[in-house]
């Protein structure tokens, strides 16, 4: 079997990470690894293969930034010659990015079988693109490998045949994992003079929060109110830097209780976050990782595609109310932390295996 495996983004890079350590024990599988250049910065892109040890792509199509619409059509021109040429069996997308959408619905065009790894996650709120790319993905998979049970009843719902659906876990755990105690053992934290438990790790970047001058400037306000309850350390993404410069909002960032430093590797950010307090943020990828680590997490949106980590983690949603996230902070302070003791079911280390013996089986 022949296997393209598709990654654009930082998220990206640590699902496959989780799918290339496992590959091995399966001779049968030949692989190419498609990087599209979605994102390029080094600190989220080059920073990841190194540090996770993972294959340099064979192919990079660089394409770089641009709005959603433009950035989806470009990443299918550019995919399609390499598509035609190497003449995968099937081709592993993963989440819910631009890269996403774009290489499982030209590969479907095309008469190739998708394999769409995190599938049927939902947030029901299509002003979100990442909503509208998952499902769109979905439509298109002749696989579709799920993180937990509510997706297998998104799907169905939306007409998606049961038989091509799978329950494996989360992949991005089986990285995880990997890693943990080189993670454990880091230290990062100390070089950005923090002490252990006496901090908070900020990222935000969803569209929703920094496109608006409005918005992003009530989530910087209630940031800077947090602040004086506790020492704030944002690893700043790029989108988020720009918005921020070219709204002038530089100054509401300006406070001795609060470091704002560069996007950092993957093994530096998870020792940050290990070794924190809480988590404030608006990823979906780390309230995953904050409920498999038993750190609260307080999410910047009105809602998540991921109910496991409320149901069973440690995640609590405040959009950006200001007065309800000094509420989490100071239940969480006061030691008051929502934290279950089991992981949400399969999320053990063992997805990537899951899935590679459904495609060898099938394929």
Known sequence: MKLLIVAGTRPNFIKIAGLLY????????????????????INLSDIFFRQLKIPAPNVNLGVGSANRVTQIKEIKRRFKPVLKKHKPDVVAV?????????????????GVKVAHIEAGLRSFDRSMPEELNRIRTDKVSDFLFTTERTAYTNLCNEGI???KIYFVGNIMIDTLLKNLKHIRNLGAYKKFNLIKEKYGVVTFHRPS??????????LLNMINIAQRE???????????????????LERLLNNKNISVVNPLGYFEFLNLVINSKLVLTDSGGIQEETTFL?????????????????????????????????????????GKSKISQKSPELWDGKTAGRILQVLSRVL
Do not use: W
């Open 22 to 41: 496992e590959i091995s024990k399966f001779p049968t599988i030949r692989y190419i690894i498609v990087h599209t250049g979605q994102h390029y910065d």
């Open 94 to 110: 993963v989440g819910d990015v631009n890269s996403t959408v774009a290489c499982a619905e030209l590969s479907h065009r095309l």
């Open 161 to 163: 045949e049961s038989t």
């Open 209 to 218: 929060n920094v496109d608006s001058r409005k918005n992003l400037t009530k």
């Open 230 to 248: 506790l020492k704030l350390i944002i690893p700043l993404h790029p989108r988020t830097k720009a918005s921020i410069k070219n709204f002038a």
């Open 294 to 334: 038993k750190i609260p997490c307080i999410t910047m949106r009105s809602n998540t595609e991921r109910p496991v980590t409320i149901n069973q983690g440690t995640n609590v949603l405040v959009a950006n109310d200001t007065r309800k996230t000094l509420k989490e902070i100071k239940r969480i302070i006061d």
